[in-house]
Nanobody, 118 residues
Framework: VQLQAYGGGSAQAGGSLRLSCTASGLTFSAYAMGWFRQAPGKQREFVGVVSWSRASTDYADSVKGRFTISRDNAKNTVYQQMNSLKPDDTAVYFC????????????WGQGTQVTVSS
């Protein structure tokens, strides 16, 4: 199983970036897909998740209303649209996959850096 995250980069505060994560080696439609991030000197934290069926999403309070997660099961890809970026959003962002009925994310991507300047 491989998860390949990309689309990170630099943005000004108030700007936007779109992250993508493409999965291979698994039945993509059977997995919930999540995004996490880790800022320098901090623990990895949950950002958001989209269910395997695309029926539901959930977000950390810190990104609600600014980030949107979606998925295209035909392309084995999950997206995270990040708007109104803040310097506090600066982190390495990771995508992860959680199988139905499993209580944890078992597969992780390598991370992509997002840097937001004020």
């Amino acid at each position: 199983v491989q998860l390949q995250a990309y689309g990170g980069g630099s943005a000004q505060a108030g700007g936007s970036l779109r992250l993508s994560c493409t999965a291979s080696g698994l039945t993509f439609s059977a997995y919930a897909m999540g995004w996490f991030r880790q800022a320098p000197g901090k623990q990895r934290e949950f950002v958001g998740v989209v269910s395997w069926s695309r029926a539901s999403t959930d977000y950390a309070d810190s990104v609600k209303g600014r980030f949107t997660i979606s998925r295209d099961n035909a392309k084995n890809t999950v997206y995270q649209q990040m708007n109104s970026l803040k310097p506090d959003d600066t982190a390495v962002y990771f995508c992860a996959a959680q199988a139905k009925g499993v209580g944890f994310f078992e597969y992780w991507g390598q991370g992509t850096q997002v840097t937001v300047s004020s």
